[in-house]
Structures are given as C-alpha cells and as structure tokens.
C-alpha cells in the first residue's frame, strides 16, 4: 500500500498509553539449551526426577536408570539437559548392535543405530521446546561419527507430549512394536546423515 505521507494521529490517550506500554514489555527470549557432562554427583538429582509424576509412568524402572547412569555400558552415554545453565533434564544414548537389534525384533534397523532416552525432571520446564533443543544438540554430536546412521527414540503408543517434541525434532514413527516390560511403543527414527533410513546393507550391518 502506498503511504499517503501524513502521520497517523493515535485514536485517543487511552490508546496511545496501551501503545507505550506494548512497546516497553521486555520481548519473551527463547530459553537456551545445552549438554553439559553428568557426573555421578548427580545421580540423587535424576533418582528425583524419574519420580515426578510426570516422568514416572514413562520410567517404570528407575533403579535401572540409576544403575546405568552409575555405570553406563560400552557404547553408552549421557549428559544433563541445561537450559540457561541451570540443570533441568536428562539425556542418554546407547549405540545398539546387530543381535541386540534383532532381539527385540528390529531386524530391518541397521546395526549401530543409536537409542536415546531424555527427561525433563523439572516440571516447569517443560514445553519450551527443550526436550526438541536437546535432541537437535545430539544429533549434531553424533553426526560428527560416519559410522552411526541414525537415532531411535522408544516411547509408549501413549505418551502423545513426547511424541509431539520428537515429531518437532524431525522424527518420524517407523512402527510400532513392544519391548519387554513397556507394553506397545513406537519407534521414532531420523538418519544422522541423509533424510532417508538407510537399509542395513548400507549401514554395513
Ligand atoms: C518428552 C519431553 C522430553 C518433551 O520435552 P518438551 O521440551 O516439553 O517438548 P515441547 O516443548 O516440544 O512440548 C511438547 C508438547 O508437550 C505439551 N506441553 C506443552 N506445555 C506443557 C506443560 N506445561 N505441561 C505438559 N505438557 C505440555 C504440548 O502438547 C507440546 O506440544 P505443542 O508445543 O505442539 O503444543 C518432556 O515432555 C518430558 O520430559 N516428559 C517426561 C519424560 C518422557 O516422557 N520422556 C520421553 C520418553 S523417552
């Protein structure tokens, strides 16, 4: 539209103060995620976490978690989700072999996928985008290894707000199956290195 050159006078005081007042309000700033190194001081902090109640129904082993956290295995780790330095969450992965894959009937993932598992503890944290923060972090650290073609996330068929975060990160449900112990998940997937699931000849399974 063309400007006719005069300056629009405000409708009245009223509007001019509400004016005044949009301008001055401190604009919302994204809050900013980052992994730092988790040590086994923080092990009381996630025994916490893996008990809210927003956590737990998703967690029903919490004394596995700790017991890996205490001591991952080979293949394995981890660091805490911070937002803004403050520890908030946390976030592990494990490099999965092909007879692993297999028992659990994943025959078509390729060997060396890499299975991730996060948490946001502090309640108030969540949906501001860190837990898809988090994951992109990751995915920008395991990229950096050719040999790791993609990330797999196991969620209940329930838990409709992580899939919602992981659909936000760009994942994708390959299927669905059924872990010991958890009852019918799915499978969320993206590759590490090109937006296509590589077959397991490629991954050189
Ligand atoms: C799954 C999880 C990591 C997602 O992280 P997040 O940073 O909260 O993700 P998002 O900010 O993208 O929010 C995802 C959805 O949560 C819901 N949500 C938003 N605010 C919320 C709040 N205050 N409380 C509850 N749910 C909320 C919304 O549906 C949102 O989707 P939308 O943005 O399209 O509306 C986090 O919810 C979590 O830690 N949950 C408990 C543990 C768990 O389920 N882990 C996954 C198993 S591997």
Redesign the pocket.
């Known amino acids: 539209m063309r400007s006719t050159g005069r300056r629009k006078k405000s409708a009245s005081p009223v509007t001019a103060n509400v004016r005044r007042r949009k301008q001055s309000r401190p604009t919302m700033r994204r809050p900013s995620a980052s992994l730092e190194p988790f040590t086994q001081l923080h092990l009381s902090v996630l025994s916490g976490w893996l008990r809210w109640p927003?956590?737990a129904?998703?967690?029903p082993a919490p004394e596995d978690n700790i017991a890996w956290a205490a001591d991952p295995p080979e293949g394995g780790s981890q660091s805490l989700i911070a937002c803004d330095s403050r520890p908030v969450?946390y976030i592990r992965w494990q490099i999965v072999d092909r007879e692993t894959l297999d028992s659990v009937g994943l025959n078509d993932i390729p060997t060396n996928a890499v299975d991730?598992?996060?948490?946001?503890?502090e309640?108030?944290?969540?949906?501001?985008?860190?837990?898809?923060?988090?994951l992109e972090l990751l995915l920008g650290h395991l990229r950096a290894n050719a040999a790791l073609p993609l990330i797999g996330?196991?969620?209940?068929v329930e838990?409709?707000?992580?899939h919602?975060?992981?659909e936000?990160?760009g994942f994708r449900v390959a299927r669905q199956y059924t872990p010991a112990g958890f009852g019918p998940c799915y499978l969320f997937v993206r590759p590490l290195h090109h937006e296509r699931i590589p077959d397991r000849e490629e991954a050189g399974a």
């Open positions: 927003h956590v129904p998703w967690y969450g991730v598992d996060l948490l946001l503890g309640p108030e944290y969540l949906g501001k985008g860190l837990g898809p923060a988090a996330l196991t969620t209940s838990n409709a707000r992580a919602r975060a992981f936000k990160a």
